[in-house]
């Protein structure tokens, strides 16, 4: 599926129809450079998931997690070396939990992603430069 964002409340909203979407256990992989709306597009899912707190970007923290009906753990793989550094930070544990893992920069640890990932790309629109295409492909999104 494919959308056209023209503002971050539209990117927002994105976030929390796929939420519905979702089933507990459920990894979303963002693809997309910085500014391209990764974060916005997290809150998002956290209110679609019912999930309270700030969702704000976790890159220095590497997971922020907000706690809901179903739980959001929001991941930011930037700094990370590569998927041995992931399972060193308890990713399989974050898997079993029962919540939605969002992963920012998945690109970094591409091979630890499960079968059955729903895949977000947001990359600037070419008419606007406000507004973002994002793509949804794979695990129960299609």
Same mark, same amino acid.
């Given at each position: 599926?494919?959308?056209?964002?023209?503002?971050?409340?539209? #990117?927002?909203?994105?976030?929390?129809?796929?939420?519905?979407?979702?089933?507990?256990?459920?990894?979303?992989?963002? =693809?997309?450079?910085?500014?391209?709306?990764? #974060?916005?597009?997290? =809150?998002?899912?956290?209110?679609?998931?019912?999930?309270?707190?700030?969702?704000?970007?976790? #890159?220095?923290?590497?997971?922020? !997690?907000?706690?809901?009906?179903?739980?959001?753990?929001?991941?930011?793989?930037?700094?990370?070396?590569?998927? !041995?550094?992931?399972?060193?930070?308890? +990713?399989?544990?974050?898997?079993?939990?029962?919540?939605?893992?969002?992963? !920012?920069?998945?690109?970094?640890?591409?091979?630890?992603?499960?079968?059955?990932?729903?895949?977000? #790309?947001?990359? =600037?629109?070419?008419?606007?430069?406000? +507004? =973002?295409?994002?793509?949804?492909?794979?695990?129960?999104?299609?």
């Amino acid at each position: 599926m494919e959308y056209i964002s023209h503002s971050e409340a539209e #990117t927002e909203a994105f976030g929390e129809r796929l939420a519905a979407a979702l089933s507990p256990g459920a990894v979303v992989a963002y =693809r997309g450079g910085l500014g391209m709306g990764k #974060t916005a597009f997290t =809150r998002g899912l956290a209110r679609g998931l019912g999930c309270r707190g700030r969702v704000t970007s976790p #890159t220095f923290t590497i997971v922020n !997690e907000y706690e809901g009906p179903t739980p959001l753990f929001h991941f930011d793989m930037y700094r990370l070396n590569g998927s !041995e550094d992931l399972f060193d930070i308890g +990713w399989e544990d974050y898997l079993s939990r029962g919540g939605v893992c969002a992963v !920012e920069w998945s690109e970094q640890v591409a091979d630890a992603l499960p079968e059955g990932t729903v895949y977000v #790309t947001l990359t =600037r629109h070419p008419e606007h430069d406000g +507004w =973002r295409s994002i793509t949804v492909e794979g695990g129960a999104a299609q």
